[in-house]
């Protein structure tokens, strides 16, 4: 008997959101920063396959399934970079010294 490969990639993506749930849900507070900056260099390497996947079509047409895929690929990816950003600078912000007022 053979599986069929929808459900098998489907099952192996099913797993990994149970996964990912519980590792990211037991990360200690101190490990969240350097976690979020892992997570942003991911995000730029998705970029980087994004620009390519978005120049891989046809000079012929502008707007193929690759290049408004890829487009895509990069505007979320851009989000996810520049708001990990934001969210480590928050994080940061936390731990510093408050200065006292004279």
Do not use: C
């Amino acid at each position: 008997m053979e599986i069929d490969p929808f459900i098998f990639r489907l099952s192996i993506f099913i797993l990994s959101i149970f996964i990912g749930y519980y590792v990211v849900w037991s990360v200690t507070p101190s490990l969240h920063t350097p976690l979020m900056s892992v997570t942003n260099a991911i995000s730029s390497v998705i970029i980087v396959g994004a620009i390519i996947a978005g120049l891989a079509g046809n000079s012929d047409t502008i707007f193929n399934a690759s290049s408004i895929f890829g487009l895509l690929a990069i505007s979320l990816a851009a989000v996810n970079i520049f708001g990990g950003f934001l969210v480590t600078q928050r994080m940061l912000a936390m731990y510093k010294k408050k200065k006292k007022d004279k």
